[in-house]
């Protein structure tokens, strides 16, 4: 099956997803509604940190704009870095792989995930990419390993969340399962 295919089997599918609304974040809520009504659906929307162990990650630039520390100029940040070892990264959720490669002004080797209902992710500065393009990951599955590829100061993880087209904070969702769980659990 083609990409295309795919995309268009994901994408053409039933949008049960609007119990979110439009909004560019699932607060933890409406995860818990998506989690409960359509559990197949809710892991196809970016929900956990995208590391197998994330215990010595720390954030080191936010989404949005901030001072490129390679650049030296004023800059919009389309995601969120995350320093960490070099270690596996893992998919934040269930898709298909749209696209890899290396982009050697910026994101180094990344992979793009297209998940369906308009969310797709991006993990740049790969060591190693170990997907092809038109493979299914599944939530948790590993994508490659944290580097410094591309413009980078040292190891770590370039996170980008678009909904629709439009860049989201990945803040938002990070820990939408954890937080999830630990709600149901009170």
Not at 23 to 32: C, E, L, N, T
Not at 52 to 70: C, K, Q, W
Not at 96 to 106: E, P, Q
Request: one cysteine or more; proline letters at 4%; hydrophobic letters at 40%.
């Amino acid at each position: 099956m083609s990409i295309l295919l795919l995309w268009l089997a994901i994408n053409t599918a039933p949008d049960t997803l609007n119990v979110a609304g439009q909004s560019a974040a699932v607060d933890v809520a409406s995860y818990g509604r998506i989690l409960t009504a359509n559990p197949t659906q809710a892991l196809r929307i970016p929900c956990i940190v995208p590391f197998e162990t994330y215990d010595a990650t720390m954030v080191t630039s936010l989404f949005g704009n901030r001072y490129h520390p390679i650049l030296h100029r004023m800059r919009s940040h389309n995601g969120l870095d995350i320093g960490c070892a070099v270690q596996p990264v893992v998919a934040s959720a269930r898709g298909v792989v749209s696209r890899t490669g290396f982009d050697a002004r910026g994101l180094g080797n990344y992979v793009k995930i297209i998940h369906g209902n308009g969310y797709e992710t991006t993990y740049g500065h790969l060591s190693e990419v170990w997907v092809r393009v038109g493979q299914i990951l599944n939530l948790s599955q590993p994508l490659g390993m944290a580097g410094k590829t591309g413009l980078a100061t040292g190891v770590h993880l370039h996170y980008e969340i678009r909904k629709h087209g439009r860049l989201a904070d990945p803040l938002d969702y990070l820990l939408l399962l954890y937080r999830q769980a630990e709600t149901t659990l009170r």
